[in-house]
């Protein structure tokens, strides 16, 4: 148990014995920096639970700690606030628990506990990836590892939406203004070649709509009748048919696109176990509505239309095949997430990192689910998040105007050779060393600022304002990591260190307070699907290990002792923030 679950326990045992009350929780917060104490017991909560003056109360919880439990040698009390003060001895025992555990914080798999599968990325196939990607990749990927740390089992997966009328688009662009151009020929990756028809046919739309208008048709006539759309909803039934050129043409031109998209991962640094394709899983479902119109799940309208009523849930009624008998988004995504238990029969929850205007989706697919009798679907979870601008304005795929993943990553890693050239905090490196810091750098700069934001919240992302070497950024926190590193260089780690000998001094005590919370920050953050969790501790870390080494001399210390003890220290804190940038998915160099 760590320092919070321990005091957990004997302030309910305090609460039952002096008060004949149980509590089921008891609130912590961090002792405020003007008073003694470790870690402060909210006493007002308890109100609720019994009734009485809050700074007795206080006090006589912490007369019973006092007395009971061998962490706590004293505490004051603050109008309803318990501030209590814990004993070194706990503190340098954790530490015996730290030292040379290079997987701190992360629990192994439970035996039989059932699996997770997150899904993340499910990008089109009719243009490469951009900011908006970006952003949902790395808070699936960040969940994915937050939850495998946590002790889960996981299995990362996407769904790439690689057919329907916007793949024709493109499709259909190429075949009349191609002329026959592949990645190839034209030196374009190929998720950007697909991506180019797909604006040429935005273009070609819009040509044809301004001419039927200029002949008498309305704007929406116009819209509806334009030849080029015409010939794509053509060209998709062509597809839905098994049609030989056109299934020929969908499957060259896909290939360009996953062979673009792996590259992209590849240099976001990302990664899946399992893909679904939606030209596999669009039928899937069906089946599943005839079972659901046995049970009553669904009904039948007079158009042979069949839905999902859901208004006495609070929401509405829902389609799930049309008149003529084709499926739907959701019946599609129901035949899914029913499909994904079947190949893996340890998975027991999902989640579906996607964008916040699909949240209402989400609450039909997992009600529908629920109804359909699947017991699984209690641990089905939408990681919604807000979307992400530049200080340019919004994005337009269709008119061209999109971030570019790649561009992005590039950019980041100029942006990081600029600043790092301007500080001077390369000199003595080869031309090779640089360029590889700078991509590291620049990739753990975008995602931390990324991932620093709770997933809920809108961002205007600043590539500049990331990359700074001071305050909560990426490069700050990774200029201290090889801060340590330098440290360690010239130190002696394998010296023994006899612990009974140390006194702790109060800036060595906060950063052993502070590394105490990481194993239980990591579950909260798993708990609540979270990376800020962990982004915003490890800064709190580095702050912490920051006022160390300006307070306290390490490599200069007064005694051997008190030398190997601050080395050590130093190395846990390194250790912790390679463990929870990892599950960030950021590097840590060792020279900075």
Not at 23 to 42: C, H, N, P, S, Y
Not at 93 to 106: A, H, R, V
Not at 258 to 285: C, H, P, Q, R
Not at 399 to 420: F, N, P, R, Y
Request: aromatic share 10%; glycine share 8%.
């Amino acid at each position: 148990m760590n320092l919070q679950e321990t005091l957990s326990h004997h302030v309910k045992q305090a609460v039952s014995s002096l008060f004949n009350a149980d509590l089921l929780t008891v609130e912590f917060q961090a002792t405020r920096k003007e008073f003694a104490g470790d870690i402060t017991v909210v006493v007002f909560p308890m109100l609720r639970v019994f009734k009485g003056n809050p700074v007795q109360i206080g006090q006589q919880i912490g007369d019973y700690l006092v007395k009971h439990v061998d962490e706590v040698k004293a505490f004051n009390v603050v109008k309803g606030f318990l501030n209590i003060e814990i004993t070194d001895e706990y503190y340098l025992n954790f530490f015996k628990t730290l030292q040379d555990k290079e997987d701190y914080g992360f629990v192994n798999p439970t035996q039989g506990e059932k699996a997770v599968m997150v899904e993340y990325s499910s990008p089109n196939t009719n243009k490469p990836l951009h900011l908006g990607h970006v952003r949902n990749n790395l808070l699936g990927y960040s969940v994915a590892e937050i939850l495998k740390a946590s002790g889960k089992t996981v299995y990362k997966t996407q769904i790439i939406n690689d057919r329907g009328i916007h793949i024709c688009k493109s499709m259909l662009a190429w075949k009349y203004f191609g002329n026959g151009e592949t990645p190839k020929s034209s030196g374009l990756k190929g998720d950007k070649l697909v991506g180019k028809y797909y604006v040429k046919f935005d273009q070609e739309f819009k040509k044809e709509i301004q001419q039927l208008i200029s002949e008498g048709k309305t704007e929406e006539e116009a819209k509806k009748e334009a030849p080029i759309l015409l010939e794509a909803q053509q060209m998709l039934l062509k597809w839905e048919a098994g049609d030989v050129k056109t299934v020929e043409l969908w499957k060259t031109m896909n290939g360009w696109v996953y062979k673009g998209f792996a590259e992209t991962y590849i240099n976001l640094g990302v990664d899946f176990d399992t893909l679904y394709y939606e030209s596999e899983t669009y039928l899937l479902g069906k089946e599943f509505v005839t079972e659901g119109l046995k049970t009553g799940v669904f009904f039948k309208k007079e158009d042979g239309s069949v839905w999902c009523d859901l208004t006495a849930d609070g929401l509405d009624e829902k389609i799930v095949l049309r008149s003529d008998g084709t499926a739907v988004y959701m019946t599609q995504d129901i035949g899914t997430a029913i499909q994904r238990v079947k190949d893996f029969p340890d998975v027991g929850g999902m989640v579906y990192t996607v964008g916040n205007e699909q949240e209402y989706h989400f609450q039909v697919l997992f009600l529908i689910i629920k109804k359909l009798g699947f017991e699984w679907a209690k641990n089905l979870f939408h990681l919604s998040y807000g979307m992400v601008d530049l200080p340019s304005g919004k994005m337009k795929s269709r008119e061209g105007t999109v971030v570019d993943a790649d561009d992005l990553i590039v950019e980041m890693a100029k942006t990081a050779e600029t600043i790092s050239e301007e500080l001077g905090k390369l000199d003595g490196y080869s031309e090779v060393e640089k360029k590889e810091l700078y991509k590291i750098i620049g990739l753990g700069a975008l995602k931390y600022h990324i991932l620093k934001v709770d997933p809920k919240k809108h961002i205007l992302f600043d590539p500049k304002e990331s990359i700074d070497f001071q305050g909560n950024t990426g490069p700050f926190i990774q200029y201290t990591y090889a801060r340590i590193q330098s440290i360690l260089r010239k130190a002696d780690l394998k010296t023994k260190l006899s612990l009974e000998e140390v006194t702790l001094h109060e800036k060595e005590k906060e950063l052993l307070k502070q590394l105490e919370l990481f194993p239980g920050l990591i579950q909260n953050a798993a708990d609540q699907h979270s990376p800020a969790l962990i982004a915003n501790y490890t800064y709190d870390l580095v702050k912490e290990f920051n006022s160390f080494y300006q307070n306290v001399s390490i490599l200069g210390a007064g005694t051997t002792i008190e030398k190997t003890f601050r080395v050590q220290l130093s190395y846990a804190v390194a250790q912790t923030i390679k463990n929870a940038f990892s599950l960030l998915g950021i590097a840590v160099p060792e020279r900075m």
